[in-house]
């Protein structure tokens, strides 16, 4: 049979499928850029507040990780885009792995594929459609996040470069994508995989753009997130750079091409090793059940933070050394005023609690998962009560995200006591201003299980809550939110510890509505059907 | 002999549809009950009402004498299930799965479980994902039939495995009920159950069609005839005025119906007069029994004045 037969129906059914989630991505993502910068444009009418502001900037460490520096502190671009280049570059690799890993092995797993491929399709028909339509969704989202920036008045050849350098890393991991869903047999591996080959991206750039020069600024070209900043779109418009990015990505593809000729559908090249032939004691209730379950996910997100942290805690030392009035006054409005390392940890913990609040969704959306799946209903079929099914995955997350922020300023304590040979001195104050955290991450995941509460389909708008959570957090100022905009967000009302005092009223306050959710999605959940 | 279900006038709405249209079901202790009904007449539905996985509507329930949607957890300790759609965890092994189910329900039969994994040819090492659907079929059912549960609720439990598989599973089925344990067998094959069930009840669009003991069910032990003929002139009128002929259709040399115990000789003796070439019989399917219900659903005149 030829390999591509049916090709062409594969990508008319990969596009009605995608035909809401492709164009909702580009439409958001395009006009948030554009968006942002028509607010710089605004915020720095003049050369001058625009050098200091973009200076001052990029002198700050915890800046320089979180989005890279910039390159020509008198581009108007540079600066406008500064925030949202890196932040995009991550979304679109989202974008990348959420299109292709559905339509190749999300599809096989659930069986869809044996239903088609049964048919008059040839072997290479469906992983081809879904590398031609992520790669269709990441070019329109790339040319129209360029349009955007050339209609409210940057460079027409220089957002070019902007799209290009986010279509390049796009086809990166779209290639990527290609390839793990070959090697893994699950499609919930072949996430975790991918979304680990991004976190590492995204932190080994920062690490290597904080440090500035020497051999650790080339951790910034070996991350896959590094090659857009690389690129310096409105600061030189360095093309030759998406020449990495273009050249693996055909060698990517080509083995992954390779790799599905040789096996069988269904299976994944990283064999499944056989289990045991009883249960272990710890699988005896619903609460072992969840645990083995969740485990993998959590163990996961726990060494991340605590390489995030150690590396976080070796960078803060050197914030010292880099005082100028303007970065101080720029970290002081990111992160309010006290020592500079202070602010910078601040900073940082305000960060990790966005990560960790889609740790904490992402745990208990297991619940909505396991209902579509089916398994649920073997659960719940047997004396196990609804409450103890739903809290059983509702507190692991909640624990959960707890014990990560705690990792995750135990690791930053250790790593920063090392050097001032302070250890238990810099835990007393470190640890409880990343615990502060955990009050925000739980309205979130509290958010989640109300939603899954009152149905199993609503729980996926906690992700969007969670982005416009991130939005309000990062561009709110910039928009000029109203205060009460603002103040949608749980993490506005978060101390920023340990730069501010801690304050225990909102923290209570927020860990109280937290449970709250929770409670109230049990309530919700023990009144629907299962379904 | 006491009532283990028992539901009056179910009702349930997903939305504009109706799944089940005030549904009427009985089975009693010790009894293997067939639960039969064309794809999407509501059957997993009831069963998901009988587990109180969804909540009824409207009617009454009662499953052990418990109300399933109220007290869930503590009825299933005493509730063995297996769902139309078996979905298993993916990274967990086969005797995993089993041992997990039958201890969150709270009860195992160790000697059962171990003979039904050596009848059943189940590999308890592999992973859940690496099964066969025949073979993940079958963890739901060593899972299922380990239990010491007095109450069985099957739904389609042999979509999926061979003939060979199947035979285990009836036998295993006959031992349950020498035990005197009660089974919901749900289908939409009349062979699957008719072997094993006393009792049926015949489900369309959500409400009973018919129910009692398949002896005393007079379509059911029909016989269907399609005989091809070499001289059939005349035969329309002879048959029809033969004893317990039934559904009659001539169309040239062929000729079909539907014949009860008692007219069997008679037909088959004017069948033979009539220069019989060829003949399949075969025993009534539920589709027949259907075509049949639509029918006098539409012509009770006509059919009434046919059967006297």
Same mark, same amino acid.
């Given at each position: 049979?030829?390999?591509?037969? *049916?090709?062409?129906?594969?990508?008319?059914?990969?596009?009605?499928?995608?035909?809401?989630?492709?164009?909702?991505?580009?439409?958001?993502?395009?006009?948030?850029?554009?968006?942002?910068?028509?607010?710089?444009?605004?915020?720095?009418?003049?050369?001058?507040?625009?050098?200091?502001?973009?200076?001052?900037?990029?002198?700050?460490?915890?800046?320089?990780?979180?989005?890279?520096?910039?390159?020509?502190?008198?581009?108007?671009?540079?600066?406008? #885009?500064?925030?949202?280049?890196?932040?995009?570059?991550?979304?679109?690799?989202?974008?990348?792995?959420?299109?292709?890993?559905?339509?190749?092995?999300?599809?096989?797993?659930?069986?869809?594929?044996?239903?088609? #491929?049964?048919?008059?399709?040839?072997?290479?028909?469906?992983?081809?459609?879904?590398?031609?339509?992520?790669?269709?969704?990441?070019?329109?989202?790339?040319?129209?996040?360029?349009?955007?920036?050339?209609?409210?008045?940057?460079?027409?050849?220089?957002?070019?470069? &902007?799209?290009?350098?986010?279509?390049?890393?796009?086809?990166? &991991?779209?290639? %990527?994508?290609?390839?793990?869903?070959?090697?893994?047999?699950?499609?919930?591996?072949?996430?975790?995989?991918?979304?680990?080959?991004?976190?590492?991206?995204?932190?080994?750039?920062?690490?290597?753009?904080?440090? *500035?020069?020497?051999?650790?600024?080339?951790?910034?070209?070996?991350?896959?997130?590094?090659?857009?900043?690389?690129?310096?779109?409105?600061?030189?418009?360095?093309?030759?750079?998406?020449?990495?990015?273009?050249?693996?990505?055909?060698?990517?593809?080509?083995? $992954?091409?390779?790799?599905?000729?040789?096996?069988?559908?269904?299976?994944?090249?990283?064999?499944?090793?056989?289990?045991?032939?009883?249960?272990?004691?710890?699988?005896?209730?619903?609460?072992?059940?969840?645990?083995?379950?969740?485990?993998?996910?959590?163990?996961?997100?726990?060494?991340?933070? #605590? &390489?995030?942290?150690?590396?976080?805690?070796?960078?803060?030392?050197?914030?010292?050394?880099?005082?100028?009035?303007?970065?101080?006054?720029?970290?002081?409005?990111?992160?309010?005023?006290?020592?500079?390392?202070?602010?910078?940890?601040?900073?940082?913990?305000?960060?990790?609690?966005?990560?960790?609040?889609?740790?904490?969704? $992402?745990?208990?959306?297991?619940?909505?998962?396991?209902?579509?799946?089916?398994?649920?209903?073997?659960?719940?079929?047997?004396?196990?009560?609804?409450?103890?099914?739903?809290?059983?995955?509702?507190?692991? $997350?909640?624990?959960?995200?707890?014990?990560?922020?705690?990792?995750?300023?135990?690791?930053?304590?250790?790593?920063?006591?090392?050097?001032?040979?302070?250890?238990?001195?810099?835990?007393?104050?470190?640890?409880?201003?990343?615990?502060?955290?955990?009050?925000?991450?739980?309205?979130?995941?509290?958010?989640?299980?109300?939603?899954?509460?009152?149905?199993?389909?609503?729980?996926?708008?906690?992700? $969007?809550?969670?982005?416009?959570?991130? %939005?309000?957090?990062?561009?709110?100022?910039?928009?000029?939110?109203?205060?009460?905009?603002?103040?949608?967000?749980? &993490?506005?009302?978060?101390?920023?510890?340990?730069?501010?005092?801690? #304050?225990?009223?909102?923290?209570?306050? %927020?860990?109280?509505?937290?449970?709250?959710?929770?409670?109230?999605?049990?309530?919700?959940?023990?009144?629907?059907?299962?379904? | 002999? =006491?009532?283990?279900?028992?539901?009056?006038?179910?009702?349930?709405?997903?939305?504009?549809?109706?799944?089940?249209?005030?549904?009427?079901?009985?089975?009693?202790?010790?009894?293997?009950?067939?639960?039969?009904?064309?794809?999407?007449?509501?059957?997993?539905?009831?069963?998901?009402?009988?587990?109180?996985?969804?909540?009824?509507?409207?009617?009454?329930?009662?499953?052990?004498?418990?109300?399933?949607?109220?007290?869930?957890?503590?009825?299933?300790?005493?509730?063995?299930?297996?769902?139309?759609?078996?979905?298993?965890?993916?990274?967990?092994?086969?005797?995993?799965?089993? !041992?997990?189910?039958?201890?969150?329900?709270?009860?195992?039969?160790?000697?059962?479980?171990?003979?039904?994994?050596?009848?059943?040819?189940?590999?308890?090492?592999?992973?859940?994902?690496?099964? /066969?659907?025949?073979?993940?079929?079958?963890?739901?059912?060593?899972?299922?039939?380990?239990?010491?549960?007095? @109450?069985?609720?099957?739904? +389609?439990?042999?979509?999926?495995?061979?003939?060979?598989?199947?035979?285990?599973?009836?036998?295993?089925?006959?031992?349950?009920?020498?035990?005197?344990? /009660?089974?919901?067998?749900?289908?939409?094959?009349?062979?699957?159950?008719?072997?094993?069930?006393?009792?049926?009840?015949?489900?369309?669009?959500?409400?009973?069609?018919?129910?009692?003991?398949? /002896?005393?069910?007079?379509?059911?032990?029909?016989?269907?005839?399609?005989?091809?003929?070499?001289?059939?002139?005349?035969?329309?009128?002879?048959?029809?005025?033969?004893?317990?002929? +039934?559904?009659?259709?001539? +169309?040239?040399?062929?000729?079909?119906? =539907?014949? !009860?115990?008692?007219?069997?000789?008679?037909?088959?003796?004017?069948?033979?007069?009539?220069?019989?070439?060829?003949?399949?019989?075969?025993?009534?399917?539920?589709?027949?029994?259907? @075509?049949?219900?639509?029918?006098?659903?539409?012509?009770?005149?006509?059919?009434?004045?046919?059967?006297?």
């Amino acid at each position: 049979m030829r390999p591509y037969a *049916g090709l062409g129906t594969m990508v008319r059914l990969a596009l009605r499928r995608d035909r809401l989630l492709i164009p909702l991505w580009a439409v958001i993502l395009s006009a948030v850029v554009a968006g942002s910068v028509a607010a710089t444009i605004d915020l720095y009418p003049d050369l001058d507040g625009r050098r200091a502001a973009a200076m001052a900037a990029d002198a700050a460490p915890a800046a320089r990780f979180m989005y890279g520096p910039i390159h020509d502190p008198s581009s108007l671009g540079a600066l406008a #885009t500064w925030k949202m280049g890196t932040m995009g570059a991550v979304f679109i690799a989202f974008l990348a792995m959420t299109v292709v890993r559905r339509h190749t092995r999300t599809d096989e797993e659930a069986g869809r594929l044996e239903l088609v #491929t049964a048919g008059l399709l040839g072997k290479r028909a469906t992983l081809t459609a879904g590398v031609i339509v992520a790669i269709a969704a990441i070019l329109v989202t790339s040319l129209l996040t360029a349009v955007g920036n050339t209609a409210v008045g940057l460079r027409a050849s220089s957002s070019l470069a &902007f799209g290009a350098s986010w279509a390049a890393v796009g086809i990166f &991991f779209t290639a %990527l994508t290609a390839l793990v869903a070959q090697l893994t047999q699950s499609a919930r591996a072949c996430a975790g995989t991918v979304a680990a080959v991004i976190g590492a991206s995204y932190a080994l750039r920062g690490v290597g753009d904080v440090s *500035g020069q020497g051999w650790s600024r080339a951790l910034t070209w070996l991350s896959p997130i590094g090659w857009p900043v690389e690129v310096r779109p409105y600061a030189g418009d360095r093309w030759w750079v998406l020449l990495i990015p273009l050249a693996l990505s055909p060698l990517l593809l080509a083995a $992954a091409f390779a790799l599905q000729d040789r096996r069988d559908l269904g299976e994944g090249i990283i064999p499944t090793r056989p289990g045991p032939e009883r249960a272990s004691p710890a699988l005896s209730t619903p609460w072992g059940l969840a645990w083995r379950l969740q485990r993998s996910m959590l163990a996961g997100w726990a060494a991340a933070v #605590t &390489f995030l942290g150690l590396v976080l805690g070796s960078i803060v030392t050197n914030v010292d050394q880099m005082v100028t009035p303007q970065t101080r006054e720029f970290l002081e409005k990111l992160g309010g005023t006290g020592s500079l390392l202070d602010v910078f940890l601040s900073v940082e913990f305000s960060f990790a609690a966005l990560a960790v609040s889609a740790y904490g969704i $992402a745990a208990v959306l297991r619940l909505s998962s396991e209902e579509t799946a089916g398994h649920a209903e073997v659960v719940l079929a047997t004396a196990t009560a609804r409450r103890t099914w739903y809290a059983s995955h509702t507190l692991i $997350a909640m624990a959960g995200s707890a014990a990560l922020l705690l990792l995750m300023a135990t690791a930053v304590s250790v790593s920063l006591g090392l050097q001032n040979g302070d250890i238990a001195g810099t835990l007393g104050t470190v640890v409880p201003a990343g615990l502060v955290q955990v009050s925000g991450a739980w309205v979130v995941g509290g958010l989640a299980a109300a939603l899954f509460g009152a149905a199993r389909r609503l729980g996926a708008v906690a992700w $969007a809550a969670l982005v416009l959570f991130l %939005l309000i957090g990062e561009l709110g100022d910039l928009f000029s939110l109203p205060e009460w905009v603002m103040r949608l967000s749980p &993490f506005s009302h978060v101390p920023r510890a340990p730069a501010e005092a801690i #304050t225990t009223a909102p923290v209570l306050g %927020l860990l109280a509505v937290g449970l709250a959710l929770v409670a109230l999605g049990a309530a919700l959940f023990q009144r629907r059907d299962v379904t | 002999m =006491s009532t283990v279900i028992e539901t009056r006038g179910l009702r349930k709405t997903f939305g504009p549809t109706v799944a089940l249209d005030g549904l009427d079901l009985t089975v009693e202790q010790g009894e293997v009950h067939g639960f039969l009904g064309p794809n999407g007449a509501g059957k997993s539905t009831t069963l998901r009402v009988l587990l109180g996985l969804l909540r009824a509507d409207g009617g009454s329930v009662r499953v052990l004498g418990a109300d399933p949607w109220g007290d869930a957890a503590e009825l299933h300790r005493r509730i063995a299930y297996v769902p139309g759609d078996v979905a298993l965890w993916p990274n967990l092994s086969g005797g995993e799965v089993i !041992d997990l189910i039958n201890r969150l329900r709270g009860g195992l039969d160790e000697r059962r479980r171990a003979s039904l994994m050596e009848r059943f040819d189940l590999d308890p090492t592999k992973k859940c994902r690496a099964y /066969s659907k025949g073979n993940r079929q079958k963890v739901a059912l060593v899972a299922a039939l380990a239990s010491a549960a007095p @109450l069985l609720l099957l739904d +389609e439990p042999t979509a999926g495995l061979d003939p060979l598989m199947d035979q285990v599973f009836r036998d295993t089925l006959r031992e349950l009920r020498a035990e005197g344990r /009660s089974v919901l067998l749900s289908s939409h094959i009349l062979s699957e159950v008719e072997n094993l069930s006393d009792h049926v009840t015949i489900i369309r669009a959500g409400r009973a069609v018919q129910t009692g003991a398949l /002896s005393e069910m007079r379509h059911l032990s029909h016989t269907m005839i399609d005989a091809q003929l070499a001289t059939p002139d005349g035969i329309a009128g002879e048959l029809a005025a033969s004893l317990g002929v +039934e559904d009659l259709l001539v +169309e040239g040399g062929r000729v079909r119906c =539907s014949v !009860d115990p008692s007219g069997l000789p008679g037909a088959m003796a004017i069948l033979g007069r009539h220069g019989l070439q060829s003949l399949v019989s075969r025993p009534p399917s539920l589709e027949d029994l259907f @075509l049949r219900l639509y029918r006098e659903e539409r012509e009770p005149a006509r059919l009434a004045e046919a059967q006297p």
